[in-house]
């Protein structure tokens, strides 16, 4: 690390974003716009964009915003951060959560000290579409006509998001990379059945973070990249590897502190995370002033995220990703943690760690990292069996969270106020629903979606009912090495 060099950015008092890593000084790390960053994701050494300075929000800001709607809500903390994209091109982007149910945020009341953030009551009821539908408005008025290519990888709830967000956009063409084993019924079927002529959905042989990391080589690819300018078309990616994803996922998280109590007393938010953005976005919340306690990390058998938080160590070897009943965390290669120690230990320290990442498959933090962390991170995990206790348990309240949503319960305290974030519809995962409620095999997903939706009183969404009536468009499945032939080819036609 070189603290003179991190301070020099620190001081930089302008609305930027820097790479993540850097070599010994940061001449070659030159601050950017958004603009820049949202349409070139991929910083250098592999790094990502990440902000200098987040602006602080005061205490009479925050009693101003508690009588906002969502919408205004957003668009207030967005002017705060005072970037070069006009206030008219965010309201634009914004006004995309009109697209979703009668509020875009449910806050759910469990009990004295509990509650639960709905956040997926968008198009393809998951919390992603909180931010990818307005980043989508976003991409497509600063892309000015020119042609862009949007790519994302998933584990599930990105991809069906991304391409509802760029459905039928002019001018742009997106691609989703999914694990073709890798995700639940609902999930994948939102994207094979894709109509839009200018999506294309690829299934891979492997798994997610095989997904991903063939996402990154294809950022940094230059010879990949040069190609498509040839034809006409910029690169860049919809994964929360582009910092736009995350700048509305802090939004959220404010607005539950503001929501529940004016942000005048400490909440823990507690957080299903695999690719840790949606962590990310509640930090950087608690930063610009949320009151935030802990930021709790909720994890599957995947439990990497609760190794690193707990030990310091971030450690690949010898893991194999297990597959469980919440398939969107089944992931091991954490992207968001990068912007975390390079918030906390700077450019230079990230790039240490990234790089034995790259070459060990591990990395270590020093015990003072570690306490540094540990002091606003906290960390465990679920395997199936609890995290279908916790569905049970939440159900005899005649509520129904998800398999993801459902791995929180285990880090909540009776005597401490907590949010749990609620990451997904459980519509999107009936045949696990129907092992923790029922304790059987589901043989028919439609027809058990429907006898849960009786039985608890929920108007089934009629986009996820739908799509076991249509026929899948998009059946193919390729091999890593043949992922950037295959778009190509596709561009080309």
């Known amino acids: 690390m070189n603290p003179k060099s991190i301070k020099a950015l620190k001081d930089i008092n302008l609305p930027k974003l820097v790479g993540t890593r850097a070599n010994f000084t940061n001449e070659d790390n030159e601050p950017v716009n958004l603009d820049y960053a949202l349409l070139n994701p991929a910083a250098k050494y592999g790094g990502l964009y990440a902000p200098i ?3 602080l929000i005061s205490k009479k800001e925050f009693k101003k915003l508690s009588n906002m709607d969502y919408n205004k809500f957003a668009l207030e903390i967005i002017k705060k951060f005072n970037f070069n994209i006009s206030l008219n091109k965010f309201k634009k982007a914004i006004d995309r959560y009109n697209k979703f149910d009668k509020s875009a945020v449910e806050i759910k009341k469990i009990n004295k000290n509990l509650y639960i953030n709905e956040l997926w009551h968008g198009p393809t009821r998951a919390f992603k579409d909180m931010a990818l539908q307005p980043f989508g408005e976003l991409l497509s008025l600063l892309s000015n006509g020119n042609k862009q290519l949007i790519m994302c990888a998933t584990s599930g709830d990105t991809g069906p998001a991304t391409l509802s967000s760029f459905e039928n956009a ?16 609902v999930q994948r079927l939102q994207m094979v059945n894709q109509k839009a002529p200018n999506l294309k959905v690829i299934g891979i042989e492997g798994n997610f973070d095989d997904a991903q990391q063939a996402l990154k080589m294809l950022l940094n690819d230059d010879e990949f990249k040069n190609t498509l300018k040839d034809l006409g078309y910029n690169l860049s990616a919809a994964n929360s590897v582009n910092f736009g994803r995350i700048l509305f996922q802090i939004i959220y998280h404010i607005y539950v502190c503001v929501h529940i109590n004016k942000n005048e007393k400490p909440i823990d938010i507690i957080i299903p995370s695999g690719n840790f953005g949606n962590a990310l976005g509640a930090y950087y919340a608690k930063k610009m002033g949320a009151n935030i306690d802990k930021i709790k990390i909720a994890s599957n058998k995947n439990n990497i995220l609760t190794q690193f938080f707990n030990t310091g160590i971030y450690d690949l070897n010898n893991k194999e990703l297990i597959h469980t009943i919440s398939p969107a965390m089944d992931i091991l290669i954490s992207s968001n943690i990068e912007r975390l120690l390079f918030d906390k230990f700077g450019p230079v320290r990230t790039k240490e760690l990234m790089d034995n990442l790259a070459n060990s498959k591990k990395y270590e933090l020093t015990n003072d990292e570690l306490e540094v962390l540990k002091a606003e991170f906290q960390a465990d995990y679920c395997d199936d069996d609890e ?9 005899k309240n005649g509520i129904l969270i998800d398999p ?3 791995t929180c319960l285990k880090l909540t305290q009776d005597d401490h106020l907590s949010v749990i974030t609620s990451t997904a519809q459980w519509v999107k995962f009936t045949p696990s629903m129907i092992k923790a409620l029922k304790n059987r095999d589901s043989s028919d997903e439609l027809a058990d979606m429907k006898l849960l939706a ?22 193919q499945v390729v091999k890593k090495d043949e992922i950037k032939s295959n778009i190509i080819d596709w561009i080309k036609r």
């Open 404 to 406: 993801h949503t459902a």
């Open 53 to 55: 300075n987040l602006p």
């Open 387 to 395: 995290c279908m206790e916790n569905i049970c348990k939440v159900a």
């Open 170 to 185: 002019k001018d742009i063409k997106v691609v989703c990379l999914y694990p073709k084993d890798g995700t639940s019924q």
């Open 454 to 475: 009786n039985k608890y009183h929920i108007k089934l969404p009629k986009s996820i009912i739908k799509l076991f009536k249509e026929d899948e468009i998009h059946t």
